[in-house]
């Protein structure tokens, strides 16, 4: 059975950082790319990021490029999203989603972790 589990959101001032993590099981991680999708209050999952197998290639959306980092360790079989410079507009539930998928097509995806941005 797939598993994704996430964690490391919370509670951050704009300007802070926040790393949030995936565990992945169930399937063989490291043949997978891996993506990011948020969801904010009110609005669609929203494409974030996305890792190739073996970490050759990255994608970001123009939203968090330059300030966001995807990587991922396959020998603990985890994603990471490392995120600096935050800003409100990043408030939002992330889920991390098996394979290359955009927005609401990321069906396999964990139950997600709380990013809030607010002073």
């Known amino acids: 059975e797939v598993q994704l589990v996430e964690s490391g959101g919370g509670l951050v001032q704009p300007g802070g950082s926040l790393r949030i993590y995936c565990a992945a099981s169930?399937?063989?991680?490291?043949?997978?790319?891996m993506t990011w999708v948020r969801q904010a209050p009110g609005k669609g999952l929203e494409w974030v990021s996305q890792?190739?197998?073996?970490?050759?290639?990255?994608w970001y959306s123009d939203s968090v490029k330059g300030r966001f980092t995807i990587s991922r360790d396959d020998a603990k079989n985890t994603l990471y999203l490392q995120m600096n410079s935050l800003k409100t507009e990043d408030t939002a539930v992330y889920y991390c989603?098996?394979?290359?998928?955009?927005?609401?097509?990321?069906?396999?995806r964990g139950q997600g972790t709380q990013v809030t941005v607010s002073s």
């Open positions: 989603a098996r394979g290359y998928c955009t927005g609401a097509g990321c069906t396999t």
């Open positions: 890792i190739s197998p073996g970490s050759y290639s990255t």
């Open positions: 169930g399937f063989t991680f490291a043949s997978n790319g």
